[in-house]
């Protein structure tokens, strides 16, 4: 029995895939999200950087094997990402000689990009993260070269240019910390001044790159009844547990460098002590009761990869590190926690 057995009932249960576990080159990947999965996404190769590295030159082919992996296993698939301030090509917000363009070429660029990538999978992909991570914590729009060389109208016209080229995709805004209030509050405003305008928006993502005693529960669960209540269906998009200390207070350079601020922000080079792996247990479990408890205004739970060997989380925001962040350690082992959410659903 597998976590889609159950979870499958009430909603999309999937993962995110990198190039190799996503053209069927890896195996135990592909036994793992066959048994456990039935929803995938590109953790990279559908981001912009990839699909246009140069202004009009599209490169499909990574993408298209995530499409016949999803085909083949029977996976439904979402779309990741069309809008977003980082893995975007420098070309874009440039012209020739390095000024930055003007608002009429940058919506022209960004209509183009949306046009060809949800053109060429159209029908293939059940959903677009349309606007990746376009409000800041205080709830005020991020100061992206999208919002300051369009205007906040850059989300509108990225919404109907996607639905323009695919009528029958579902459209997803998507962003972190949304359990943050001043942060929901201005998603459920944008949310509902989109709905008002007739722009068609499904669901609002909640990425959940959360840590063992962030973000505040009782926020987060209150956060998917706002967006609920903005007439959207919320999902969970990019689900991972952060193990290992913030480096916080400590400047970047100097971890990279001193081998004991190293040392202090990567605790478990070896492996999870007992007692950190009982408390990561216990945080899944209490986010999957949460899930559970509101199955009625969810659509999607995704893990933000399969296996600690494979997670970001290694990388960021600290290179080099040792995490432990998913439900599958660096040998694609299943842990514990994987049948104690089987049972808890
Ligand atoms: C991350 C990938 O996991 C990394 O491999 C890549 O180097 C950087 O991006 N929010 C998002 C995801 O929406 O696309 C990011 O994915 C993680 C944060």
């Known amino acids: 029995q597998g976590l889609k057995d159950v979870i499958g009932k009430d909603m999309l249960i999937g993962v995110a895939l990198n190039k190799w576990q996503s053209s069927g080159g890896v195996p135990e990947a592909t036994a793992i999200v066959r048994k456990h999965f039935n929803s995938v996404v590109a953790e990279n190769c559908m981001k912009s950087e990839n699909l246009q590295p140069r202004e009009g030159k599209f490169y499909f082919d990574a993408a298209d094997s995530l499409v016949a992996f999803a085909r083949d296993n029977n996976q439904t698939l979402t779309g990741h990402c069309l809008v977003w301030h980082s893995q975007v090509p420098r070309w874009f917000f440039k012209d020739k000689a390095g000024r930055t363009v003007t608002r009429d070429v940058l919506v022209g660029r960004m209509r183009r990009h949306i046009k060809k990538v949800v053109g060429h999978f159209k029908g293939k992909v059940r959903g677009w993260d349309v606007v990746n991570e376009a409000i800041e914590d205080d709830g005020s729009f991020r100061k992206s070269p999208f919002y300051s060389i369009i205007g906040e109208d850059f989300i509108e016209i990225a919404f109907r240019a ?148 494979d997670s970001w989380l290694n990388d960021f925001p600290v290179h080099g590190r040792t995490n432990y962040s998913l439900f599958f350690d660096r040998n694609y082992a299943e842990k514990p926690v994987v049948s104690k959410i089987i049972e808890l659903w």
Not at 165 to 185: M, W
Not at 232 to 259: C, H, W, Y
Request: charged share 30%; proline share 5%; glycine share 6%.
């Open 162 to 309: 996607a639905h323009e080229a695919d009528p029958g995709a579902e459209l997803y805004y998507n962003d972190y910390s949304l359990s943050n209030p001043a942060k929901r509050d201005a998603v459920c405003r944008l949310v509902r001044r989109l709905k008002s305008k007739g722009v068609r928006i499904d669901a609002v993502g909640m990425q959940s790159h959360n840590g063992l005693d962030y973000p505040d529960l009782s926020a987060y669960e209150a956060s998917i009844d706002s967006f609920a209540a903005c007439g959207v269906k919320v999902m969970v998009t990019e689900l991972d547990l952060n193990v290992l200390p913030s480096p916080k207070g400590f400047s970047g350079a100097r971890i990279e460098q001193d081998f004991e601020y190293h040392k202090r922000l990567n605790p478990y080079p070896e492996a999870l002590p007992d007692s950190i792996y009982r408390k990561f247990e216990q945080r899944y479990l209490e986010l999957f009761s949460i899930y559970r408890r509101h199955r009625h205004q969810m659509s999607r739970i995704t893990l933000w990869g399969i296996s600690d060997r």
